[in-house]
């Protein structure tokens, strides 16, 4: 998993690149909380993303129920049919902003 972060201020953008599963789950993660001071705007743009497993489901509910928690916005882009397929099963696109 190739994990790029730009952070302005409280936006914090994460580029994701490769499969999103439990082995690589933990490095989203941990690049989150490395930026997530005074951040309350986040987009995961996944457009390099060909695979997501139940573990990558865990973080992004993670950061969302983060930026819940203090009126934040999580946006998730440039998804590929496969993981939107994920999100559609799992009800992901019920709560997610998908763009």
Same mark, same amino acid.
């Given at each position: 998993m190739n994990i790029k972060t #730009?952070?302005?201020?409280?936006?914090?953008?994460m580029i994701l690149e490769g499969d999103l599963n439990t082995s690589t789950a /933990? #490095?989203?993660n941990? !690049?989150? =909380? !490395?930026d997530e001071d005074g951040v309350n705007d986040?987009? =995961?743009d996944m457009e390099g993303v060909s695979y =997501? &497993? +139940? !573990? %990558?489901?865990?973080v992004i509910? $993670? @950061? /969302? /129920? #983060?930026?819940? *928690? @203090?009126? %934040? +916005?999580?946006?998730?882009?440039?998804?590929? +049919?496969?993981?939107? #397929?994920? $999100?559609?099963? &799992? %009800? $992901? *696109?019920q709560f997610l902003k998908i763009e």
């Amino acid at each position: 998993m190739n994990i790029k972060t #730009e952070k302005d201020n409280n936006h914090l953008k994460m580029i994701l690149e490769g499969d999103l599963n439990t082995s690589t789950a /933990q #490095e989203v993660n941990n !690049a989150y =909380i !490395a930026d997530e001071d005074g951040v309350n705007d986040v987009v =995961i743009d996944m457009e390099g993303v060909s695979y =997501i &497993s +139940s !573990a %990558g489901l865990r973080v992004i509910l $993670f @950061i /969302q /129920q #983060e930026m819940d *928690d @203090i009126d %934040g +916005s999580l946006t998730v882009c440039n998804i590929n +049919s496969n993981v939107m #397929e994920v $999100f559609r099963l &799992s %009800g $992901f *696109d019920q709560f997610l902003k998908i763009e």
